[in-house]
C-alpha cells in the first residue's frame, strides 16, 4: 500500500492520523498500483529512507513546513542525531583518560529519550491533540541545530582555551538552544490550546538547554 496509516486517540477522544510514508517509483497518489516493499531492492529502501531523514533535517533548518515532521513521523533521525552526540561527548572531559566514556554515552541517550518523552508527556496532560510517537519524533529532529552547535563547539576547542573561545562556544551552544527550540514550536505550537502554550513551551526550552548545556561542560579535552 501507499501508506501504513496510523490513527491514534488522545486522552479526550479525539482522533489523531500520523503517517510512516512508503513512497515509491510509482505515482504516490490514490488510485493508483500497490507498492509492497517486499519488491524494492535492498539499496533502494535504504536510500528513500536515507532521502526522507534529509528532507526532515531540512524542515528543521529551516522550519515553514509544519505538517510534515507530525504526518510522516520516524524515530531514524533523532536516533542517528542521538548516537552521533553521544559517541563526541563520550569521555570527553577526562583528562587522565582512565574512564572509559559509558556513564556519560548513557547520560546522553537518558537526557534524550527519557527527556523527550517527559516533555511529551506534559503535552499530552495539556490536552496535546498530537500522539505520543509524534511529538519524540519532532522533539528527536530538532535536535539537529544543537547537534551542529556540538560540532562548531568541537571545532573550536581545537584551536586552543581560552576565557574569549569559551564565550564563543557559550554563544553557539545557545544559538543552537534558541534554534532547536524555536523550530520545535513551529511543529507543535498548533497542537496546544492557546490558553496553555506557555505551559508547554518552557519544559521544551528546559529541555534543550539541558542538553546545549551539555555540550558546552563536555566539549573540554
Known amino acids: 500500500m501507499d501508506h501504513a496509516k496510523l490513527e491514534m486517540y488522545d486522552d479526550v477522544g479525539g482522533q489523531v492520523d500520523g503517517e510512516m510514508n512508503i513512497p515509491s517509483n510509482k505515482s504516490p497518489h490514490i488510485g ?19 532521502k526522507a531523514v534529509g528532507v526532515k533535517f531540512g524542515h528543521v533548518l529551516f522550519p515553514k513546513e509544519k505538517k510534515t515532521l507530525l504526518k510522516e513521523w520516524d524515530l531514524w ?28 554515552f548513557a547520560e546522553v541517550f537518558v537526557i ?29 529532529y530538532c535536535l539537529l541545530p544543537t547537534t ?20 564563543v562556544r557559550f554563544a553557539v551552544s545557545m544559538t543552537g538552544f534558541i534554534w532547536a ?9 498548533d497542537s496546544q490550546k492557546p490558553g496553555r502554550k506557555l505551559l508547554a513551551v518552557y519544559p521544551i526550552g528546559l529541555f534543550y538547554f539541558i542538553i546545549s548545556w551539555l555540550v558546552i561542560s563536555h566539549t573540554s579535552s
Request: net charge negative.
Open 32 to 50: 493508483q498500483p500497490d507498492f509492497n516493499t517486499l519488491d524494492e531492492p535492498i539499496r533502494e529502501t535504504i536510500l528513500r529512507d536515507v
Open 77 to 104: 533521525g533523532p536516533l542517528m542525531l542521538c548516537t552521533f552526540m553521544a559517541m563526541v561527548l563520550q569521555g570527553s572531559g577526562m583528562a587522565d583518560h582512565t574512564n572509559d566514556g559509558g556513564p556519560e
Open 112 to 140: 534524550v529519550w527519557i527527556g523527550s518523552m517527559i516533555v511529551t508527556l506534559n503535552s499530552k496532560l495539556l490536552g496535546g491533540n498530537i500522539s505520543f510517537f509524534q511529538s519524540v519524533c519532532v522533539l528527536g
Open 148 to 167: 551542529l552547535a556540538l560540532i562548531v563547539c568541537r571545532i573550536i576547542l581545537l584551536m586552543g582555551h581560552s576565557y574569549w573561545l569559551f564565550f
Open 181 to 189: 527550540t524555536y523550530a520545535s514550536m513551529i511543529f507543535l505550537g
